[in-house]
Structure formats: C-alpha cells, structure tokens
C-alpha cells in the first residue's frame, strides 16, 4: 500500500484551501511520517512541498437503532496531512475526469 491513500475533498478542506490557495489535505498511511508524505506528493504531483502538517484521528463509537434491535461498532482510525506547496503551485485533483 502506498504513502497517500487519497486526496481530501471535503467543503471544510475546500474553505482551507480557498483562503490559502497552495495547501491541500490527503489521507494517509498511519506509519507515514513528514519526510515520506513530502516525498510522496513530490513525486505523484510534481510540485514543490514546503511544509507538511500531519493529525491523528482515533475511531468515533457509533450506533444505531433497527428493528432487530441497537447496532453499535466503531469507525476507523486514520491520519490526515496538510500540504503546503512552494508559492503559485497548485494542483488539480480534477484533470483526469
């Protein structure tokens, strides 16, 4: 499996990016560290990387009420980094479609 798992396109990461137009959020591996995000986005996107901010999210406990009964179980656990890039570099999630 690789470093970056997949891009953030959520309306809250498209307000960050709006104000700041270089950063840009992913999902990542959990054993990723700054230097492999960094280098990763490198190479995949070609743009220079500055800075590189990483957040851990433990699982959120959910439940639901049905029929049967209540169904209780737990979301999965994930990292996310936001990426600063070199000024007036972008990049373009949208290209391929």
Do not use: W
Not at 30 to 51: C, F, G, M, W
Not at 82 to 95: A, H, M, N, Q, R
């Amino acid at each position: 499996m690789g470093i970056i798992i997949k891009p953030i396109v959520t309306e809250k990461q498209t307000a960050i990016t709006a104000k700041k137009e270089n950063r840009f959020g992913f999902r990542v591996s959990p054993t990723a560290n700054k230097l492999e995000i960094k280098r990763a986005v490198q190479e995949l996107y070609k743009v220079t990387v500055v800075d590189v901010n990483t957040m851990n999210y433990g699982g959120k406990r959910k439940s639901r009420y049905t029929k049967s009964g209540v169904i209780s179980g737990k979301q999965n656990a994930f990292k996310k980094a936001i990426v600063t890039l070199k000024e007036g570099e972008t990049i373009d999630f949208f290209s391929n479609i």
